[in-house]
Nanobody, 118 residues
């Protein structure tokens, strides 16, 4: 089992920045990916990007590319999502998740609300 605890959401003005954290505990051994997703009101959950724990390789979808950065602190077992130049359209609940299997995100954080106002 892996437990993920998120922090760092909140209210921010358009153009501002936020950094979300995702602290992992439990069976965090071997190679796995930590991904970030978001879900806006009335919409599905959307994949933003991920980081491979062992070597730090990152991938991003178009939404996050250039504005969002995923990083990790292996000593603290924590992954971060730094979001710059936020827009009201970025308002959503943000989730982190872990997968050991490429096809399954098995473990999820509790979600954190990000609200961007203009």
């Amino acid at each position: 089992q892996v437990q993920l605890v998120q922090s760092g959401g909140g209210l921010v003005q358009a153009g501002g920045s936020l950094r979300l954290s995702c602290a992992a505990s439990g069976r965090t051994v071997g190679n796995f990916d930590v991904g970030w997703f978001r879900q806006a009101p009335g919409k599905g959950r959307y994949f933003l990007g991920s980081i491979t724990w062992t070597d730090g390789t990152t991938v991003y979808t178009d939404v996050g590319k250039g504005r969002f950065t995923i990083s990790r602190d292996t000593a603290k077992s924590t992954v971060f999502l730094k979001m710059n130049n936020l827009e009201p359209e970025d308002t959503a609940v943000y989730y982190c998740a872990v997968r050991y299997d490429p096809d399954n995100w098995n473990y999820w954080g509790q979600g954190t609300q990000v609200t961007v106002f203009s």
